[in-house]
């Protein structure tokens, strides 16, 4: 079975370019989560989308990052303008939780290493 | 709110030695517990998971028990190998959609 599929695995912008990654949850997962990764700040989640929907947002650090989610089997994360404190690895995740049932587990993909120079 | 803690890396050990990474949590209700482990440049994948209370977790050799009385869910691997030289995050999912992540701890087994 096929996993979350990211693209692209590494990039390398320059400051204010714009930067977009993307997201293929796994088939049937109505949850799909962005989290951020850094040494600096660990796992860091920056939007939850259930059924193509934004629920949770706050975790979005500016204006400049914004995430849609037009279908269920597409997601993309974009940052314009990038910047220098941006670089980290952005991980896409899916999970068929949907409902109050507990014990769902959450699936990521291979992370977009995300480098501003 | 809920929280997990886990204990500070690195841990570093020889092959064949006994490993325990603590992982103690903070909930309301009955949470279910994963422990995920990240591999050089990969993502985090699901190790073990324990959806109640006295419920083992075991997968390659490593095994979890979920301690309601302590509220612990200990990572247990009686001999490791260099080939698990990862990080590896303790979570916890309350029932809302958030998963709640330690700050993960890393591993490194030397031959």
């Known amino acids: 079975d096929a996993g979350v599929i990211q693209s692209p695995r590494h990039e390398v912008t320059e400051m204010g370019q714009e930067v977009t990654l993307r997201c293929k949850p796994i088939?049937?997962?109505?949850?799909l989560f962005w989290y951020r990764q850094t040494m600096m700040r660990g796992l860091e989640l920056l939007i939850y989308?259930?059924?193509?929907?934004?629920?949770?947002d706050s975790g979005m650090p500016e204006d400049r990052f914004s995430a849609k989610m037009p279908n269920a089997s597409f997601s993309t994360l974009k940052i314009q303008p990038s910047e220098p404190r941006d670089s980290a690895v952005y991980f896409c995740?899916?999970?068929?939780?949907?409902?109050?049932?507990?014990?769902?587990?959450?699936?990521f993909g291979e992370g977009s290493w995300l480098t501003v120079v | 709110g809920n929280s997990v803690t886990q204990m500070e890396g690195p841990v570093t050990l020889s092959e064949e030695a006994f490993l325990t990474i603590n992982c103690t949590y903070t909930?309301?209700?009955?949470?279910?517990l994963f422990w995920y482990v990240q591999y050089p440049g990969e993502g985090l994948q699901l190790l073990l998971k324990?959806?109640?209370?006295?419920d083992k977790g075991s997968n390659k050799g490593f095994e979890a028990t979920y301690r309601k009385e302590t509220t612990s869910f200990h990572l247990e691997k009686g001999s490791v190998q260099v080939s698990d030289s990862a990080v590896y995050f303790c979570?916890?999912?309350?029932?809302?959609?958030?998963?709640?992540f330690g700050t993960g701890t890393r591993l490194k087994v030397l031959a």
């Open positions: 995740a899916s999970s068929p939780w949907g409902g109050q049932s507990s014990g769902n587990t959450i699936y």
């Open positions: 088939s049937g997962h109505n949850s």
């Open positions: 989308f259930n059924n193509n929907v934004p629920i949770d």
């Open positions: 909930a309301t209700g009955y949470p279910s």
């Open positions: 324990a959806t109640k209370a006295d």
């Open positions: 979570a916890l999912f309350s029932g809302t959609y958030k998963y709640i």
